[in-house]
Nanobody, 125 residues
Framework: QVQLVESGGGLVQAGGSLRLACAAS????????MGWFRQAPGKEREFVAR????????YYADSVKGRFAISRDSTKNTMYLQMNSLKPEDTAVYYC??????????????????WGQGTQVTVSS
């Protein structure tokens, strides 16, 4: 069973940048599809970005494409989300998640098996 711990959230002005980290323990990245989600107040949790299980391909939500970048350091078992050109609408709790392979849709939160506790990102206008 993998444990996930996010860090790096905070308060930033619009146009600024933040880098989130997700440290995994109890399992190697290569065993899972790893992704980032976010949930704003009063809204459903939504997909942000993910890796293909191999780590060789990445996928992004249209709302963050070109501004966010997902990366990982397998030696540290840590995944990152670099967020640039932040907007007030990016304000949310950000979660990292891990899914056993085999799902048909990795944009859906129910298809993920493990979640971190989340880290708050607040973008002021």
């Amino acid at each position: 069973q993998v444990q996930l711990v996010e860090s790096g959230g905070g308060l930033v002005q619009a146009g600024g940048s933040l880098r989130l980290a997700c440290a995994a323990s109890g399992g190697a990245f290569s065993n899972y599809v790893m992704g980032w989600f976010r949930q704003a107040p009063g809204k459903e949790r939504e997909f942000v970005a993910r890796f293909r299980r191999s780590g060789l391909s990445t996928y992004y939500a249209d709302s963050v494409k070109g501004r966010f970048a997902i990366s990982r350091d397998s030696t540290k078992n840590t995944m990152y989300l670099q967020m640039n050109s932040l907007k007030p609408e990016d304000t949310a709790v950000y979660y990292c998640a891990a899914s056993y392979p085999g799902s048909s849709d990795y944009t859906r939160p129910p298809n993920y098996d493990y979640w971190g506790q989340g880290t708050q990102v607040t973008v002021s206008s």
